[in-house]
Protein backbone atom coordinates (compact mmCIF):
# COMPACT_ATOMS: atom_id res chain seq x y z
CA UNK A 1 0.00 0.00 0.00
CA UNK A 2 1.33 3.09 -0.92
CA UNK A 3 -0.30 7.05 0.72
CA UNK A 4 0.83 10.34 -1.22
CA UNK A 5 0.65 13.33 0.23
CA UNK A 6 1.09 16.79 -1.52
CA UNK A 7 2.35 19.75 -0.86
CA UNK A 8 3.54 23.16 -2.02
CA UNK A 9 0.33 25.11 -4.01
CA UNK A 10 -0.43 28.39 -3.24
CA UNK A 11 -1.05 31.66 -5.12
CA UNK A 12 1.37 33.11 -7.56
CA UNK A 13 1.06 35.80 -10.35
CA UNK A 14 0.94 34.76 -13.78
CA UNK A 15 4.91 34.03 -14.83
CA UNK A 16 5.95 33.25 -11.16
CA UNK A 17 6.84 29.71 -10.29
CA UNK A 18 5.91 26.98 -7.75
CA UNK A 19 7.25 23.62 -6.96
CA UNK A 20 5.23 21.16 -5.57
CA UNK A 21 6.45 17.76 -3.67
CA UNK A 22 4.38 14.12 -3.50
CA UNK A 23 6.08 12.15 -0.31
CA UNK A 24 5.24 8.79 -0.95
CA UNK A 25 5.26 6.30 2.41
CA UNK A 26 5.14 2.59 1.69
CA UNK A 27 7.74 1.54 -1.03
CA UNK A 28 8.25 2.84 -4.61
CA UNK A 29 9.14 -0.21 -6.86
CA UNK A 30 11.34 -0.04 -10.08
CA UNK A 31 8.35 -0.74 -11.79
CA UNK A 32 6.24 2.25 -10.64
CA UNK A 33 5.61 5.37 -12.79
CA UNK A 34 4.89 8.51 -11.16
CA UNK A 35 2.48 10.83 -12.35
CA UNK A 36 1.11 14.23 -11.84
CA UNK A 37 -2.62 15.56 -12.81
CA UNK A 38 -4.40 18.31 -12.57
CA UNK A 39 -8.30 19.21 -12.20
CA UNK A 40 -9.80 22.77 -12.71
CA UNK A 41 -13.31 23.54 -11.93
CA UNK A 42 -15.80 22.08 -14.08
CA UNK A 43 -13.23 20.01 -15.81
CA UNK A 44 -12.19 16.48 -15.78
CA UNK A 45 -8.75 15.24 -14.80
CA UNK A 46 -5.92 15.58 -17.24
CA UNK A 47 -2.20 14.23 -17.46
CA UNK A 48 0.13 16.93 -16.84
CA UNK A 49 3.44 14.86 -15.96
CA UNK A 50 5.15 11.38 -15.50
CA UNK A 51 8.59 9.91 -14.85
CA UNK A 52 9.14 6.28 -14.89
CA UNK A 53 10.86 5.14 -11.60
CA UNK A 54 13.26 3.11 -12.94
CA UNK A 55 14.33 4.77 -16.20
CA UNK A 56 13.57 8.35 -14.88
CA UNK A 57 12.28 8.89 -18.33
CA UNK A 58 9.47 11.89 -18.53
CA UNK A 59 6.36 12.60 -19.71
CA UNK A 60 4.97 16.19 -20.47
CA UNK A 61 1.37 16.75 -21.66
CA UNK A 62 1.88 19.21 -24.77
CA UNK A 63 0.52 22.72 -22.97
CA UNK A 64 3.29 22.16 -19.97
CA UNK A 65 6.36 21.05 -21.95
CA UNK A 66 9.07 23.47 -21.50
CA UNK A 67 7.68 25.48 -18.58
CA UNK A 68 6.80 22.25 -16.52
CA UNK A 69 9.53 19.59 -14.86
CA UNK A 70 8.92 16.50 -13.11
CA UNK A 71 11.75 14.81 -11.19
CA UNK A 72 11.86 11.87 -8.63
CA UNK A 73 13.99 11.08 -5.37
CA UNK A 74 14.41 7.48 -5.15
CA UNK A 75 16.06 7.80 -1.82
CA UNK A 76 13.11 10.14 -0.27
CA UNK A 77 10.40 8.39 -2.30
CA UNK A 78 9.49 11.69 -3.34
CA UNK A 79 8.63 13.20 -6.68
CA UNK A 80 8.54 16.99 -7.31
CA UNK A 81 7.03 18.91 -10.48
CA UNK A 82 8.58 22.78 -10.77
CA UNK A 83 6.09 25.15 -12.59
CA UNK A 84 7.55 28.05 -14.43
CA UNK A 85 6.27 30.83 -16.26
CA UNK A 86 2.96 29.69 -14.86
CA UNK A 87 -0.28 30.66 -16.45
CA UNK A 88 -3.61 31.45 -15.47
CA UNK A 89 -5.04 28.26 -17.25
CA UNK A 90 -2.60 26.17 -15.12
CA UNK A 91 -5.08 26.92 -12.16
CA UNK A 92 -6.31 23.80 -10.61
CA UNK A 93 -5.82 21.66 -8.13
CA UNK A 94 -2.74 19.25 -8.24
CA UNK A 95 -2.77 15.64 -7.89
CA UNK A 96 -0.20 12.91 -7.16
CA UNK A 97 -0.30 9.47 -8.46
CA UNK A 98 1.43 6.20 -8.34
CA UNK A 99 0.61 3.11 -10.97
CA UNK A 100 2.37 -0.01 -10.06
CA UNK A 101 2.66 -1.04 -14.02
CA UNK A 102 1.48 1.23 -16.26
CA UNK A 103 3.83 0.70 -19.86
CA UNK A 104 3.15 3.64 -22.09
CA UNK A 105 -0.32 4.54 -20.84
CA UNK A 106 1.53 6.94 -18.46
CA UNK A 107 -1.34 9.86 -19.61
CA UNK A 108 -4.15 7.49 -18.93
CA UNK A 109 -5.40 8.21 -14.90
CA UNK A 110 -7.42 4.92 -14.62
CA UNK A 111 -3.76 3.02 -14.92
CA UNK A 112 -2.91 5.06 -11.70
CA UNK A 113 -3.39 2.63 -8.85
CA UNK A 114 -2.89 5.65 -6.09
CA UNK A 115 -3.85 8.88 -5.26
CA UNK A 116 -2.76 11.97 -2.93
CA UNK A 117 -5.55 14.15 -1.51
CA UNK A 118 -4.34 17.45 -3.96
CA UNK A 119 -3.01 20.74 -3.49
CA UNK A 120 -4.34 23.48 -5.22
CA UNK A 121 -2.61 25.98 -7.65
CA UNK A 122 -4.60 29.76 -8.19
CA UNK A 123 -2.08 31.42 -10.97
CA UNK A 124 -4.04 35.00 -11.08
CA UNK A 125 -3.26 37.30 -14.25
Known amino acids: QVQLAESGGGLVQAGGSLTLSCAAS????????MGWFRQAPGKEREFVAA????????YYVASVKGRFTISGDNAKNTVRLRMNSLKPEDTADYYC??????????????????WGQGTQVTVSS
Open 97 to 114: AAARYIGSSYYDKTKYNY
Open 26 to 33: GHIFSTYT
Open 51 to 58: ISWSTSST
